[in-house]
């Protein structure tokens, strides 16, 4: 059985982390953000040359949120910007399906493999992954490849190992999440098959 496979790229956004947290943590949490958006960039040219489709989820904040929809904090991070044959789907929950055109562009598509990475950890992309196990789906997160600010009294790092161990237990009807690094992603050597043009 073929495993057809899309990266999902999840609120990579200029301003997505920008200004949260305590004052003395923002330049080492928009240096993490930085890293990990450049990782991202990394799988996406490894997907790209494999021939496997990228999809972005792009929250879009209510009034006075720091990505408010259309503003610059809004936009894309510029190194990731969208190619033209890249999707695009808008959200305005942590929930990446919620209300949105995901799964059913997925099913269009026969996906049955989920690459994903993207902000932030605790909300959208923990909630995200574990919808997208519940439809089904496998999937695969970038451990290196997903990044939050410092809450609750625990700093980024600590919530970003804490996820990457919690959510490779969760096991549903044959399906799972596991992780990889994004180093070690090596997308060239599992490339979707061609549509037929028949």
């Known amino acids: ?35 990990t958006i450049q990782r991202l960039a990394d799988v996406k040219i490894k997907a790209r040359a494999a021939g496997i489709p990228v999809i972005i989820i792009q929250h879009a904040g209510g009034e006075g949120h720091r990505v408010e929809s259309g503003t ?26 919620y209300e949105t055109d995901l799964l059913a562009t997925l099913e269009e598509m026969e996906v049955t493999h989920l690459i994903v990475g993207g902000f932030l950890t605790q909300y959208c992309v923990d909630l995200s992954v574990r919808r997208a196990l519940a439809l089904g789906f496998d999937v695969t997160l970038i451990s290196d490849g997903h990044s939050t600010c410092d809450e609750s009294g625990l700093s980024y790092e600590q919530i970003v190992s804490h996820h990457n161990n919690i959510l490779t237990v969760l096991k549903l009807n044959g399906h799972g999440i596991s992780l990889q690094s994004s180093d070690s992603i090596i997308i060239s050597l599992k490339p979707n098959k061609p549509q037929s043009t028949e």
């Open 72 to 97: 610059e904090g809004w936009k894309i991070h510029h190194m990731l910007k969208p190619d033209e044959i890249d999707l695009v789907i808008s959200k305005t929950t942590s929930d990446s399906f």
């Open 1 to 35: 059985m073929n495993r057809k496979t899309v990266l999902l790229l999840i609120d990579v956004q200029q301003n997505v982390l920008h200004g949260v947290g305590a004052p003395e943590r923002f330049v080492a949490i928009e240096g993490a953000f930085e890293k």
